[in-house]
């Protein structure tokens, strides 16, 4: 028993003596609460991110729909503008080739001359027409919507510079037949002297 008492005693002294921050080491204490609201945050916060992940993905495609459609709407405007021009084209050139060769102001040699070169514009706006529809018809040239699109308006700024082309030939040529008519005005005039 003597034993026992010295063990208590010196067990009692150790106590007594440690330093307040020793006697609190021990097995630490968790909050079963905090943990698992901790792990529904978690959980919650990976769906909101599948769910974000999920919205990112399904706007890109709309956005890779939308440029598909614009693009479209590019080509459809290109090509709209396209046959307008060209008609427009044929148009200026039926009538005011026909006023132009019927002038008698014209000369036999000049007529051919300058079939040849209202000739060659429509040769090269029905080419042109013919490529275009080749290349909306078919993909032999592996073009990417945005790419058809910008050849498409680059075609479409030709035709207008064909028809600006055809404009000032056609002025260019009824300024010449005025100033001859002017010219045989003037030479055959009757003079009362």
């Known amino acids: 028993m003597k034993h026992k008492i010295r063990t208590?005693?010196?067990?009692?002294?150790?106590?007594?003596?440690?330093?307040?921050?020793?006697?609190?080491?021990?097995?630490?204490?968790?909050?079963?609460?905090?943990?698992?609201?901790?792990?529904?945050?978690?959980?919650?916060?990976?769906?909101?991110?599948?769910q974000l992940l999920k919205t990112v993905s399904f706007l890109k495609e709309q956005k890779d729909r939308i440029e598909q459609v614009s693009n479209v709407i590019k080509q459809l405007n290109a090509?709209?503008?396209?046959?307008?021009?060209?008609?427009q084209l044929y148009n200026l050139i039926q009538d005011d080739l026909r006023k132009i060769l019927n002038s008698p102001h014209i000369r036999p040699e000049e007529v051919a001359r300058i079939s040849a070169s209202f000739d060659a514009i429509i040769e090269?706006?029905?080419?042109?027409?013919?490529?275009?529809?080749?290349?909306?018809?078919?993909?032999?040239?592996?073009?990417?919507?945005?790419?058809?699109?910008?050849?498409?308006?680059?075609?479409?700024?030709?035709?207008?510079?064909?028809?600006?082309?055809?404009?000032?030939?056609?002025?260019?040529?009824?300024?010449?037949?005025?100033?001859?008519?002017?010219?045989d005005r003037i030479n055959n005039r009757e003079t009362n002297y």
């Not at 090509?79 to 008609?87: D, G, H, R, S, T």
């Not at 909306?136 to 075609?155: C, P």
């Open 8 to 50: 208590l005693a010196l067990i009692f002294t150790i106590i007594v003596l440690m330093p307040a921050g020793a006697a609190c080491q021990g097995m630490p204490v968790y909050d079963n609460t905090n943990f698992i609201s901790l792990a529904k945050s978690l959980i919650e916060s990976a769906k909101q991110t599948s």
């Open 79 to 87: 090509v709209k503008e396209l046959y307008k021009n060209n008609q």
């Open 124 to 183: 090269q706006s029905l080419e042109d027409l013919d490529f275009v529809s080749q290349i909306l018809s078919s993909n032999t040239l592996d073009m990417t919507d945005a790419e058809r699109a910008v050849f498409l308006k680059e075609k479409e700024e030709q035709s207008k510079e064909m028809v600006a082309e055809v404009t000032l030939k056609t002025k260019r040529y009824k300024e010449i037949i005025a100033f001859r008519d002017m010219q």
